[in-house]
C-alpha cells in the first residue's frame, strides 16, 4: 500500500540545479532508511544517496559535494538538492524507502535532464 511519488524533475543547464522530493503514501510502519537512486541511458541503476533514520547519509563518488540528500519534517519525507549539475547527471531518479523488514518501496521515477 505504499507509493512513494517524486517530483521536482526537469530540464536545467549545465551547472544548474534542482531539488527533488519525495513522499510516501500509505503506511509505513517503520523507516529504517530512505535513498535516492537514478538510472542513466545505457547504464544500471545505480545508488546516489542514502539517509538513514539516524542522520548518517553516503554518496555516490560522482555526486559528493554536489548534491545532498535531507529528510523533511515528517518521517516520509525525502529531498536530494542538486546542485552544479553536469550532462553525465542525466537520467531517472528514483525514490526509495526501506523499511526494517527488509523491504524496499519504489518511487515511479522522475527524470532530470541536464543540458544545454
Known amino acids: 500500500q505504499v507509493q512513494p511519488v517524486e517530483s521536482g524533475g526537469g530540464l536545467v543547464q549545465p551547472g544548474g540545479s534542482l531539488r527533488l522530493s519525495c513522499a510516501a503514501s500509505?503506511?509505513?510502519?517503520?523507516?529504517?532508511?530512505m535513498g535516492w537512486y537514478r538510472q542513466a541511458p545505457g547504464k544500471e541503476r545505480e545508488l546516489v544517496a542514502r539517509?538513514?533514520?539516524?542522520?548518517?547519509?553516503n554518496y555516490a563518488d560522482s555526486v559528493k559535494g554536489r548534491f545532498t540528500i535531507s529528510r523533511g519534517h515528517k518521517q516520509n519525507t525525502v529531498y536530494l538538492q542538486m546542485n552544479s549539475l553536469e550532462p553525465e547527471d542525466t537520467a531517472v531518479y528514483y525514490c526509495?524507502?526501506?523499511?526494517?523488514?527488509?523491504?524496499?518501496?519504489w518511487g515511479q521515477g522522475t527524470l532530470v535532464t541536464v543540458s544545454s
Open positions: 526509495a524507502y526501506h523499511d526494517t523488514y527488509g523491504l524496499v518501496y
Open positions: 539517509i538513514t533514520m539516524g542522520g548518517s547519509t
Open positions: 500509505g503506511r509505513i510502519f517503520s523507516i529504517n532508511a
